[in-house]
């Protein structure tokens, strides 16, 4: 039996983050991964350079039934404070778009920083040993896993989500919830592609590899970002953020000319003349040529001079550009999905503490909880807020 204070389920970005805060409070923690290395996640995130926060992040960044819960966390470890850290280690970063932070090297100093610290503070890991068995004690709870069972005060989940399953992710975070009679929100893959149904594959085929700047929208969210078109449907910054908001059965709109507005579009169409192929060949300078000649050939399929085009089919044909919309068959799932949505019910957890509040000595922390960010380093500070939280409480 090995007797800890702290037993953390998950040697990710957010097990990491509570195992360091809780060993400098003196606590004695042992961090738990069926992986043979820590942080997994980390190190394919951002192309291999971990986009690990963001200069700008509030609650409206994040997916949740309850908007609210993820303000407290936030608001007492912030991206201030892990940028702290990332320079007290001298570790060189870059900012991109929108905020988002990057490691100029690789994500493995990111990594190298979370696991040289929590050594350094006290907390020992524990690697390749999985989990067969949670039950609570009097004393706290009980681990069972293949190579030895662990008991501790405190039990922090810290397992992840179901998102990219190549690299060790399992739903068993989930299922400890449900153990204890925890509501969770149903899970779906997020940050992830669009796949066409087949009518709209038919009618856009041919365009993959295809990039453009576009706007994405979908149950009121924006995003102007790339846009890619694939084998199977969208793929690119745009459609990834787009999909956090998107459920089955749901429109998604995709402005291809965001820099104009339909009025300035009809205005430049009015000051053109000539057939299809002039057209296509003016359009071009708007859009990628392929993606124009499509265009032209199904919207405008009796276009002979666009000089005697009627107004009311010029006007359809600026709204499709402006609007096209599209009703998803799916996204690619959790093979490419960067995150889960969906997850432990806030409900069930303190938003100081992120403690069970029907199982004391119960925490869950980071993507196994129905917290959600938008691409752009988000997810990665909800790992290190939530288990900062956690960290002061187990």
Partial sequence: MNAFDVVILGAGGAGMMCALQAARRGRRVALLDHSDKAGGKLIVSGGGRCNFTNLSVTAEDFVSKNPHFCKSALSRFTPVDFIAMVEARGIAYHERRHGQLFCDASAQQIIDMLTSDCRKAGARFFLQHKILSVSKTEAGSLVKTDRGEFSAASLVVATGGLSIPKIGATGLGYDIARQFGLKLVDTAPALDGFVFSESDRRQLAGFSGIALDATVTCNGASFRENLLFTHAGFSGPAALQASLYWRPGDAVHVDFLPGLTREELLTWFSGRKGGRAELKNQMAGLMPKRLAERFCDQLLPNLADLGNLPKKELEAFCAQLKDWIFVPGGTVGYGKAEVTRGGVDTDEL?????????????????????????????????????????GQAV
Avoid: C, H
């Fill in 350 to 390: 303190s938003s100081k503490t992120m403690e069970a509040r029907k199982v004391p000595g119960l925490f869950f922390i980071g993507e196994v909880v129905d917290v959600t960010g938008r691409l752009g380093g988000f997810n990665y500070q909800w790992a290190w807020s939530s288990g900062w939280a956690a």
